[in-house]
C-alpha cells in the first residue's frame, strides 16, 4: 500500500492536527467488515443523516455516544440459546454485536435518533458559531474624515 508523506502541508498549516490521524486510520481496512451496512446522505448544506440497517436490534440493545468529534454506534445481541424446543435448522439472520465509528466535523452535532422498521437513521446538524460565520466590516479612514472635515470649516467660515 502506498504511503503519503502529509509533512510539508503541516509545516504551513495550523490546528489540522485531526487531519493526519483521519487519513491514518481511513487508510487501515475496516475493522467491522461492512457489518452493519449504513448510508450516508446530505440533507441540505448544514443536515446530515445516517442510516443503518439494524434487523432484529431493539432499542435497548443499541447504544449512541457522541464525544470528541466521533459517533459511535453501538449494538450488543445477547445470542438466542438452543434448546429442545428450539433449534436452529438454519441461522441466517445476523444477530453479532457490532461497533461502528464515524468521524464528525467541528461544529457537527447530533440532534437526534430514531428506530424505524429495522433502520436507525441518525440526524446531524452543522451549527456554525457566530464567531466563524462571514460578516460585513466597515471601512473607516481618518485621512479623508478630516479633509472632509477641514472642506465644511471653510465653507461656514465663507458664509460667515
Request: aromatic residues 8%.
Amino acid at each position: 500500500m502506498t504511503t503519503f508523506d502529509f509533512s510539508p502541508l503541516f509545516r504551513t498549516s495550523v490546528g489540522f492536527d485531526r487531519l493526519a490521524s483521519m487519513l491514518n486510520t481511513s487508510s487501515r481496512p475496516d475493522q467491522a467488515g461492512g457489518y452493519p451496512p449504513y448510508n450516508i446522505v446530505s440533507r441540505g448544506e448544514n443536515s446530515y443523516q445516517i442510516t443503518m440497517a439494524v434487523a432484529g436490534f431493539a432499542e435497548n440493545e443499541l447504544k449512541l455516544t457522541s464525544e470528541l468529534n466521533q459517533l459511535t454506534v453501538v449494538g450488543e445481541k445477547a445470542e438466542e440459546e438452543e434448546s429442545e424446543d428450539n433449534h436452529f435448522l438454519y441461522r441466517g439472520i445476523a444477530t453479532r454485536s457490532f461497533e461502528r465509528r464515524f468521524n464528525l466535523a467541528d461544529h457537527v452535532r447530533v440532534t437526534g435518533a430514531r428506530l424505524d422498521n429495522g433502520l436507525l437513521h441518525i440526524d446531524l446538524e452543522r451549527e456554525l458559531p457566530e464567531v466563524m460565520k462571514p460578516r460585513s466590516i466597515e471601512i473607516k479612514s481618518e485621512g479623508n474624515k478630516s479633509l472632509l472635515e477641514g472642506k465644511a470649516e471653510k465653507k461656514q467660515d465663507k458664509a460667515a
